[in-house]
């Protein structure tokens, strides 16, 4: 899913005697899923094949997990899949956009997901885009279903993704001026030591931490 | 004219603009008769009674109409989402039980079943903590209704309403406080289950409670419904069509008030929610009136949920409420003692006592939590406001790695300006009311 770790309990540079310090995990990672995906998951991605021409181009990885059928679209092609879904396939609604940062993934450390909802047949999936720290930029789909212009302006807001095309892309939670995106992996949670009666909790960021 | 450091004006490429930031009214009145246009700005809020919270309204009006509505949130952001990847699954729902604060069982209840799917242990918790969980989401959907009609009231100028809907409210907080210790952000509902059982005797106080909110709800229904006064603040007002609401993502009272039978119990069942009778309130006139309406008429089948689960509740005495997997049901034990929640005695006497292998597995179970299987789960509730959703990320770990919370507060927020563009000043207040908004789930 993300990255190896190594280590248990976060600690480094101090004397383990533990053994568990040189312990490896590695993150399983999820390929494409394999028809039949099960469900309605094989309905909707033969109705989007036939209503689309272009998906084997479009999708890129198809998922399906714990019971969720997540759709991996090319963030060129994101807003025609987008009117597909909408007008074709009846996703009338899209519940938001939902950024996570991802250091490690290399070219792909920024991932914007979609969870779309249809009235009309009572069914969910996910659209997932992902794109680089270094070109941030993902386009808008507010002209789609315009109850993400808040939504894209909060993951603007907390994960510096610029979703292009958006009517006014401002920051929606932080105030105007502020520096950096706070839910990125890389901002810094913050926080004060405390200390009562003589002794010192560090700031929960500091923390000995579990991984 | 003197100077008036409350009222000034500045010559503009736009013509005269007046600031007014209190002060002196008259003398702003005098100059503004001067003017020949009549376009105001008005900042309304964020310190404002009738916002629902810290809400900033931007308005734009010619007379009294008004012709631009801005919204401006993000004063109560607490950076809750942030914070819960630095503390371990458990100990994250104490901080998304405080996000919408009317509706605490829901934000809990929605992160859970999440942590569960992501688990995959959603089918091995217990029929009785499921009903327990459905208990308490029933009885927090009718405080926080209770809230949306009581405020909403006395927002648009009725008093009594309020006080009614507040006498009830005290009840339903009261069982809270009971049940777990608390009457808001009681961090109950956990990953794998509920924090502990119900006290001895609960479900024929609960009886006693549901025979007292029926008749007291006809009170305020008894006030308000067909109350011309009422019904002249309200019919008609804040409109909003089944294709504004889809565009808008908009769900919960405001999408049924348009006729759309659309409520999450029914259509993708949770919680077991598929085992209890219950109806879907709808209204057909897409104003705050039929939200109104939708609201009012939803306490009652709550109450009918409430009486099925207590039935089912007194069936399944004995049974567990958390998952019997030992490796995630933390905390290990807890009891209500007099003062609160806090580890029952019988536990801590076992642990320092008599069992270094209970200290042992406490002791890692406290500190470093459980872990939660790579991947990413999306579980949505029909909370009071509409859908309530939790996306939760896992890299493997004893932490979240990201949680995002869909709050229908802030979703159907961005609905006032379709409500209110071209209506009167007043009815912005009705309009905003008849959303719910509240501004801890909105700004997180």
């Known amino acids: ?211 | 004219m003197t100077f008036d450091p409350y009222a000034s004006s500045r010559e503009t490429t736009e013509g005269t603009v007046f600031s007014v930031t209190g002060g002196d009214w008259d003398s702003l009145v005098t100059e503004i008769g001067e003017a020949k246009e009549e376009r105001i700005i008005v900042n309304m809020g964020p310190q404002h009674p009738s916002t629902h919270g810290v809400l900033r309204l931007v308005l734009e009006l010619e007379g009294e109409t008004v012709t631009e509505v801005r919204t401006g949130i993000g004063y109560l952001h607490t950076g809750i989402e942030k914070n819960m990847e630095f503390r371990n699954w458990t100990q994250a729902v104490t901080f998304a039980t405080r996000m919408d604060y009317l509706s605490p069982i829901f934000n809990e209840t929605a992160y859970c079943l999440a942590v569960e799917k992501l688990l995959g242990i959603t089918g091995d918790v217990t029929e009785r903590a499921s009903a327990i969980r459905v208990l308490m989401m029933e009885l927090n959907r009718i405080s926080s209704h209770m809230v949306a009609l009581g405020t909403g009231a006395l927002e648009l100028g009725a008093m009594g309403p309020m006080f009614f809907a507040f006498r009830e409210r005290e009840m339903v907080l009261d069982a809270f406080e009971a049940i777990t210790g608390l009457r808001m952000n009681m961090a109950y509902v956990r990953p794998g289950g509920v924090a502990q059982d119900l006290p001895a005797g609960m479900t024929s106080q609960l009886r006693e409670l549901v025979k007292t909110l029926r008749k007291n709800f006809k009170d305020n229904a008894a006030l308000l419904i067909g109350n011309s006064i009422w019904m002249k603040r309200t019919e008609g007002i804040g409109y909003l069509d089944l294709a504004g609401c889809t565009t808008l993502g908009i769900t919960g009272p405001v999408l049924r008030s348009t006729g759309l039978p659309w409520d999450l119990r029914k259509m993708q069942p949770y919680c077991g929610y598929e085992n209890y009778e219950f109806d879907v309130i709808t209204a057909d006139t897409a104003d705050v009136y039929g939200r109104f309406l939708v609201r009012m008429n939803e306490l009652e089948q709550s109450l009918r949920i409430i009486e099925q689960v207590l039935d089912k509740l007194d069936t399944l005495d004995g049974q567990p409420v958390m998952v019997a997997d030992k490796k995630i049901a933390w905390p290990a034990q807890l009891a209500l003692g007099a003062d609160g929640l806090g580890n029952s005695l019988d536990h801590i006497r076992e642990i320092m006592g008599s069992s270094m292998e209970s200290l042992i597995h406490h002791f890692k179970l406290v500190t470093e939590g459980f872990r939660v299987p790579a991947g990413q789960a999306y579980a949505a509730v029909e909370s009071p406001r509409g859908e309530l959703a939790a996306h939760v990320v896992s890299d493997g770990g004893t932490r979240p790695y990201r949680v995002h919370f869909r709050e229908p507060s802030f979703n159907n927020l961005q609905s006032t300006p379709a409500m209110s563009e071209g209506g009167m000043v007043a009815d912005i207040i009705g309009a905003v009311a008849s959303i719910d908004p509240v501004m801890g789930g909105v700004d997180r």
């Open chain 1, 1 to 211: 899913m993300t990255h190896d770790q190594s280590g248990m309990f976060g600690a480094s540079g101090t004397g383990d005697t533990s053994g568990y310090g040189g312990l490896v995990r590695t993150q399983a990672s999820f390929g494409s899923a394999e028809r039949p995906y099960g469900s309605y998951f094989d309905q909707v991605a033969d109705d989007l094949e036939r209503a689309y021409p272009d998906f084997s181009d479009a999708i890129t990885r198809v998922v399906v997990d714990r019971g969720e059928l997540t759709l991996h679209v090319k963030k060129e092609r994101l807003v025609e899949v987008a009117f597909i879904l909408r007008d074709k396939l009846k996703f009338e609604m899209c519940m938001g956009v939902s950024g996570v940062h991802y250091p490690e993934r290399t070219g792909q450390e920024l991932v914007a997901l979609y969870p779309l909802l249809s009235l009309t047949k009572n069914q969910r999936i996910r659209l997932e885009v992902a794109t680089s720290d270094l070109d941030p930029h993902i386009p808008s789909v507010v002209e789609v279903w315009a109850g993400n212009n808040w939504h894209e302006r909060e993951t603007f807001d907390m994960f510096g993704i610029i979703f292009d095309g958006h009517p006014g892309l401002t920051r929606i939670l932080m105030p105007d001026d502020w520096d950096g995106h706070p839910q990125r992996k890389d901002y810094p949670l913050g926080g004060i030591a405390v200390e009562y009666k003589g002794a010192t909790t560090p700031a929960p960021s500091e923390r000995r931490s579990y991984r």
